[in-house]
């Protein structure tokens, strides 16, 4: 809590010394007492005469003062007094009081209010120091002494409200408190309150207290202490953090998340929390978060935890994991920049610490640090990076370090200076990108018949120095070309030249082994190198159709079409004259390809010539309808496919099959905008045979098909076959939330709707969401809701309900392979909201249900209720394999937030 600044004060008594005031009004002694002609004024600085001496009262800046109804000077008494709204404004002092007056005798002022005919006290003393607002009820200050007694004062410091019935002020500015109030609640009579009977405030120190508890509706609690000792200053401080407690099935009786917080400075605070278990298991946690505005911002969190692996307290046998968690995000200025998204750590570690469902949910992490500089003058720019992901199920670990690209951006050549750089030459442009990596990997442990499984070989201290000496590593430069110019004034013609170079340092050299009868890899360390080249052009419209109508609610339909037709041609670098690909016969004289680069990390150069013409026909309709109704006689536009497009390509020096699959993709939006529907279409153009069809071992019917060489539209078969279908159907039944929603499209949201925190993973993508909505100008209060998101309830939103419906229909099939006749169909739909019971209430949920599966998905109801200073959540997972619940009462302010109540049941407890 921030001192009390009773300097509010010396602004008063400062220009009421007898020294100054007198001689700045000129009043005589012999006169008799005086009405002030005018109810406001002005006591300038520099009116004391420059002769006067020097004292610590002396006016420094222009005293105003006013009265709403008359201001009194009694020279006799040498006393002033003002009626009716009275104000003295000092610097940046402020008093306000019904009544005020000043006694050059007894060196006193005094400020009261008034009773009005009601009987209620109004004009009570309000001072405003700094920014700081002070109520009492009547207050009297000598100014020769510096003491003061006040009565009823309230202030408010920060998020807290500090309530005093008397108050005695010494000349050092340290204050005496009786029968003191402190609370986050800013009513008159607050909901609760820490009471205690005195007080001691030293200014921009300490607050020291007597014997304390806490009242709820001012019912005393047993909470309380003999005694306690308060930071006042503005500004961070360390302290205790105390733990929550409860208990769990496996793990015992527990106290959690307790230990101390260290305010290092403005920019750093550090938490360092622990956990311990009443059946042996134990933890300890390093929370750090740091911030220089303007500059950057961020988060290192480091959780260690030891856990028992038996509910047997005799068996001894404890794992122990690990996780890491680092977000940092600088501020877009200057030349270089550096940000960091870190999740890692063992892959028993969630598995081992149930206490976060939404971590349990997800299985893999990824991590990213990157560094990027740009050099002035020139189009060069640096980065480089580490990447990480993990998968907790499967221990499937890879690292790329160092990743470092060095780009050049696009530059035109033949563009000079004074030209018009509409000419097609002008247009030429090159950039070029060069990338170095190295990548670690696991590899697949081996099943008993020797194939791989869907599990890998651990990531630990023992066995990353294999994984090192075996990482994969190269440098890839590109170098595009391109231009554009139009042609017939409607048609954007484009070519485009692509180099690509690949080095290692490092190739293979297969041969067929006499001994083991298998073609097998010999390695030559050396530089080796490999380029290729593909060119193309790309050719594109844009055209318009109309369509009006005499209808009185269709004015006219809109099409606008957009072909696009490209074609690119690629060598064949199979040939052996390119020194990358060469035969080598196994033990039974067949020819088999092999390649130098096999699995190496950027790959090897394409196979196979290939002269493609890729087509795309795009499609937008749109209806312009009149309402009758709207008295303003505006149209309004009605979109029926916001793209309705087929995609395809086509290899002319392809040996069969030249003709890619079909996809036919739609996205509209229906009912006035209210849902949101993706369609897509993948087709087959040609014939399959059936060979054969027959009963599997399990009793299900397979068939046994051949693709053929014929386009299905010269069978009678129409397009094509359909290989799947997708279908997405979205929507907010609540147009206000649909709004805010809309308002807010690049916001990452979790699988229930709600927006995800920045440092997380999206559960539905496995991507990190990065932070670039993070504002540097937050407050840390914003910075809490903001990484928070499911602390914030916005009831000006009084209900919403959001619906996502999702099918999928695929048939995969390879030519010659039996498959099942029956297609594979996935259905799910999920659905989530919330709504306000009341103005204080509301309830939120995420469910859904698995058609394919027939079971619902994971649920969870969450309770909120608004207790004015208090707030009151509720998370429940009712069923499925995260069963839990947990129930937090807290104060909303954070000064308190440590004020609470929770209790919580892990899934691990069913």
Same mark, same amino acid.
């Given at each position: 809590?921030?001192?009390?600044?009773?300097?509010?004060?010396?602004?008063?008594?400062?220009?009421?010394?007898?020294?100054?005031?007198?001689?700045?009004?000129?009043?005589?002694?012999?006169?008799?007492?005086?009405?002030?002609?005018?109810?406001?004024?002005?006591?300038?600085?520099?009116?004391?005469?420059?002769?006067?001496?020097?004292?610590?009262?002396?006016?420094?800046?222009?005293?105003?003062?006013?009265?709403?109804?008359?201001?009194?000077?009694?020279?006799?008494?040498?006393?002033?007094?003002?009626?009716?709204?009275?104000?003295?404004?000092?610097?940046?002092?402020?008093?306000?009081?019904?009544?005020?007056?000043?006694?050059?005798?007894? @060196?006193?002022?005094?400020?009261?209010?008034?009773?009005?005919?009601?009987?209620?006290?109004?004009?009570?003393?309000?001072?405003?120091?700094?920014?700081?607002?002070?109520?009492?009820?009547?207050?009297?200050?000598?100014?020769?002494?510096?003491?003061?007694? &006040?009565?009823?004062?309230?202030?408010?410091?920060?998020?807290?409200?500090?309530?005093? =019935?008397?108050?005695?002020?010494? =000349?050092?500015?340290?204050?005496?408190?009786?029968?003191?109030?402190?609370?986050?609640?800013?009513?008159?009579?607050?909901?609760?309150? &820490?009471?205690?009977?005195?007080?001691?405030?030293?200014?921009?120190?300490?607050?020291?207290?007597?014997?304390?508890?806490?009242?709820?509706?001012?019912?005393?609690?047993?909470?309380?202490?003999?005694?306690?000792?308060?930071?006042?200053?503005?500004?961070?401080?360390?302290?205790?953090?105390?733990?929550?407690?409860?208990?769990?099935?496996?793990?015992?009786?527990?106290?959690?998340?307790?230990?101390?917080?260290?305010?290092?400075?403005?920019?750093?605070?550090?938490?360092?929390?622990?956990?311990?278990?009443?059946?042996?298991?134990?933890?300890?946690?390093?929370?750090?978060?740091?911030?220089?505005?303007?500059?950057?911002?961020?988060?290192?969190?480091?959780?260690?935890?030891?856990?028992?692996?038996? =509910?047997?307290?005799?068996?001894?046998?404890?794992?122990?994991?690990?996780?890491?968690?680092?977000?940092?995000?600088?501020?877009?200025?200057?030349?270089?920049?550096?940000?960091?998204?870190?999740?890692?750590?063992?892959?028993?570690?969630?598995?081992?610490?149930?206490?976060?469902?939404?971590?349990?949910?997800?299985?893999?992490?990824?991590?990213? &640090?990157?560094?990027?500089?740009?050099?002035?003058?020139?189009?060069?720019?640096?980065?480089?990076?580490?990447?990480?992901?993990?998968?907790?199920?499967?221990?499937?670990?890879?690292?790329?370090?160092?990743?470092?690209?060095?780009?050049?951006?696009?530059?035109?050549?033949?563009?000079?200076?004074?030209?018009?750089?509409?000419?097609?030459?002008?247009?030429?442009?090159?950039?070029?990108?060069?990338?170095?990596?190295?990548?670690?990997?696991?590899?697949?442990?081996?099943?008993?018949?020797?194939?791989?499984?869907?599990?890998?070989?651990?990531?630990?201290?023992?066995?990353?120095?294999?994984?090192?000496?075996?990482?994969?590593?190269?440098?890839?430069?590109?170098?595009?070309?391109?231009?554009?110019?139009?042609?017939?004034?409607?048609?954007?013609?484009?070519?485009?030249?692509?180099?690509?170079?690949?080095?290692?340092?490092?190739?293979?050299?297969?041969?067929? @082994?006499?001994?083991?009868?298998?073609?097998?890899?010999?390695?030559?360390?050396?530089?080796?190198?490999?380029? @290729?080249?593909?060119?193309?052009?790309?050719?594109?419209?844009?055209?318009?159709?109309?369509?009006?109508?005499?209808?009185?609610?269709?004015?006219?339909?809109?099409?606008?079409?957009?072909?696009?037709?490209?074609?690119?041609?690629?060598?064949?670098?199979?040939?052996?004259?390119?020194?990358?690909?060469?035969?080598?016969?196994?033990?039974?004289?067949?020819?088999?390809?092999?390649?130098?680069?096999?699995?190496?990390?950027?790959?090897?150069?394409?196979?196979?010539?290939?002269?493609?013409?890729?087509?795309?026909?795009?499609?937008?309709?749109?209806?312009?309808?009149?309402?009758?109704?709207?008295?303003?006689?505006?149209?309004?536009?009605?979109?029926?496919?916001?793209?309705?497009?087929?995609?395809?390509?086509?290899?002319?020096?392809?040996?069969?099959?030249?003709?890619?699959?079909?996809?036919?993709?739609?996205?509209?939006? &229906?009912?006035?905008?209210?849902?949101?529907?993706?369609?897509?279409?993948?087709?087959?153009?040609?014939?399959?045979?059936?060979?054969?069809?027959?009963?599997?071992?399990?009793?299900?019917?397979?068939?046994?098909?051949?693709?053929?060489?014929?386009?299905?539209?010269?069978?009678?078969?129409?397009?094509?076959?359909?290989?799947?279908?997708?279908?997405?159907?979205?929507?907010?039944?609540?147009?206000?939330?649909?709004?805010?929603?809309?308002?807010?499209?690049?916001?990452?949201?979790?699988?229930?709707?709600?927006?995800?925190?920045?440092?997380?993973?999206?559960?539905?993508?496995?991507?990190?969401?990065?932070?670039?909505?993070?504002?540097?100008?937050?407050?840390?209060?914003?910075?809490?809701?903001?990484?928070?998101?499911?602390?914030?309830?916005?009831?000006?939103?009084?209900?919403?309900?959001?619906?996502?419906?999702?099918?999928?229909?695929?048939?995969?099939?390879?030519?010659?392979?039996?498959?099942?006749?029956?297609?594979?169909?996935?259905?799910?739909?999920?659905?989530?909201?919330?709504?306000?019971?009341?103005?204080?209430?509301?309830?939120?949920?995420?469910?859904?249900?698995?058609?394919?599966?027939?079971?619902?998905?994971?649920?969870?109801?969450?309770?909120?209720?608004?207790?004015?200073?208090?707030?009151?959540?509720?998370?429940?997972?009712?069923?499925?394999?995260?069963?839990?619940?947990?129930?937090?009462?807290?104060?909303?302010?954070?000064?308190?937030?440590?004020?609470?109540?929770?209790?919580?049941?892990?899934?691990?407890?069913?």
């Amino acid at each position: 809590m921030q001192s009390l600044k009773f300097a509010f004060l010396l602004g008063c008594f400062i220009f009421l010394s007898d020294s100054t005031f007198s001689q700045s009004i000129s009043i005589p002694k012999d006169s008799s007492a005086l009405q002030a002609k005018s109810t406001e004024g002005i006591l300038p600085a520099d009116s004391v005469p420059s002769t006067a001496p020097k004292t610590s009262a002396a006016v420094e800046t222009t005293i105003k003062y006013k009265a709403k109804d008359s201001i009194f000077f009694d020279v006799n008494k040498r006393q002033v007094k003002m009626y009716g709204e009275s104000k003295i404004i000092y610097g940046s002092t402020e008093l306000e009081a019904a009544e005020t007056q000043i006694d050059w005798e007894s @060196n006193t002022i005094s400020a009261n209010g008034v009773q009005d005919t009601t009987g209620k006290k109004i004009g009570v003393p309000v001072f405003i120091d700094d920014g700081q607002t002070y109520v009492t009820q009547d207050m009297k200050y000598n100014f020769k002494t510096k003491k003061a007694y &006040i009565s009823g004062v309230v202030t408010q410091q920060g998020e807290a409200f500090m309530h005093g =019935e008397k108050i005695k002020k010494n =000349e050092f500015n340290e204050m005496f408190v009786n029968s003191a109030k402190y609370t986050t609640c800013n009513l008159e009579k607050p909901h609760f309150h &820490i009471a205690s009977s005195k007080i001691k405030l030293i200014p921009n120190d300490k607050i020291v207290a007597g014997p304390f508890h806490l009242r709820v509706n001012d019912i005393p609690t047993p909470l309380g202490f003999a005694f306690g000792m308060f930071p006042l200053p503005r500004k961070r401080a360390s302290g205790i953090i105390f733990p929550t407690y409860g208990e769990e099935r496996r793990r015992g009786f527990f106290l959690r998340d307790g230990g101390y917080y260290l305010a290092l400075n403005d920019y750093i605070t550090v938490a360092v929390l622990g956990e311990v278990y009443s059946k042996g298991s134990n933890g300890l946690s390093v929370k750090t978060d740091y911030r220089k505005r303007y500059a950057y911002n961020g988060n290192f969190n480091f959780r260690y935890n030891k856990q028992r692996i038996s =509910e047997n307290i005799e068996d001894t046998l404890v794992q122990k994991d690990y996780w890491i968690q680092w977000s940092h995000s600088p501020v877009s200025k200057g030349l270089s920049r550096f940000s960091a998204s870190v999740n890692a750590g063992t892959s028993s570690f969630n598995v081992n610490n149930p206490s976060d469902v939404a971590r349990n949910i997800n299985q893999t992490f990824n991590s990213s &640090i990157s560094y990027s500089t740009s050099f002035p003058g020139t189009p060069f720019n640096l980065s480089s990076s580490l990447r990480h992901t993990q998968n907790v199920r499967t221990n499937a670990v890879s690292m790329s370090f160092p990743e470092v690209a060095l780009n050049m951006n696009r530059i035109y050549p033949f563009k000079f200076k004074g030209s018009s750089g509409k000419a097609w030459y002008e247009k030429i442009n090159l950039a070029y990108n060069s990338n170095f990596t190295n990548q670690i990997a696991n590899r697949p442990l081996k099943r008993v018949d020797g194939t791989d499984s869907t599990y890998y070989e651990p990531f630990n201290q023992e066995t990353i120095p294999t994984l090192i000496r075996n990482g994969r590593n190269g440098v890839r430069h590109t170098v595009p070309i391109s231009t554009s110019f139009n042609l017939f004034k409607h048609f954007t013609v484009s070519p485009n030249f692509n180099y690509n170079e690949i080095w290692y340092f490092k190739s293979l050299d297969w041969n067929l @082994n006499p001994e083991t009868n298998l073609i097998e890899a010999d390695t030559i360390q050396g530089f080796s190198r490999a380029g @290729n080249y593909n060119f193309g052009a790309g050719i594109n419209t844009r055209m318009y159709g109309i369509l009006n109508f005499k209808s009185e609610r269709i004015k006219a339909i809109r099409h606008t079409f957009i072909p696009s037709v490209s074609y690119s041609y690629n060598p064949d670098y199979t040939d052996p004259s390119y020194g990358v690909y060469k035969y080598v016969q196994d033990s039974l004289g067949r020819e088999v390809l092999t390649n130098k680069y096999q699995g190496f990390v950027y790959g090897t150069l394409p196979q196979g010539q290939s002269s493609s013409i890729s087509f795309s026909l795009s499609n937008n309709l749109e209806m312009k309808v009149h309402n009758p109704k709207d008295t303003s006689r505006t149209d309004k536009k009605v979109a029926i496919f916001e793209n309705l497009s087929v995609t395809g390509s086509y290899n002319m020096l392809a040996d069969s099959f030249k003709l890619s699959d079909l996809r036919l993709a739609a996205r509209t939006r &229906i009912f006035d905008n209210k849902f949101d529907v993706n369609f897509s279409m993948l087709f087959d153009p040609y014939v399959w045979r059936t060979d054969s069809t027959f009963m599997n071992t399990r009793g299900e019917e397979q068939i046994l098909e051949r693709r053929l060489n014929e386009f299905a539209w010269q069978n009678g078969q129409g397009v094509g076959r359909l290989k799947s279908v997708d279908l997405s159907v979205s929507t907010n039944f609540n147009p206000k939330a649909r709004e805010a929603e809309a308002k807010n499209p690049n916001t990452m949201r979790g699988m229930d709707g709600n927006p995800l925190p920045p440092g997380s993973i999206d559960p539905a993508t496995g991507l990190p969401v990065e932070m670039n909505n993070f504002s540097n100008d937050m407050s840390p209060e914003m910075a809490h809701l903001y990484t928070n998101p499911n602390e914030y309830v916005d009831f000006n939103i009084p209900w919403s309900l959001r619906v996502m419906y999702n099918i999928r229909w695929n048939r995969s099939q390879s030519s010659g392979t039996a498959t099942t006749l029956e297609p594979n169909i996935t259905q799910t739909i999920r659905t989530s909201g919330d709504v306000n019971i009341t103005d204080k209430w509301k309830i939120g949920f995420s469910t859904g249900w698995d058609f394919t599966k027939k079971e619902i998905t994971q649920t969870d109801i969450r309770i909120f209720r608004d207790l004015h200073c208090w707030e009151m959540n509720l998370n429940w997972t009712p069923f499925g394999r995260f069963t839990s619940y947990s129930m937090d009462i807290r104060v909303k302010a954070s000064v308190l937030r440590d004020l609470k109540y929770n209790r919580r049941r892990s899934f691990w407890d069913n």
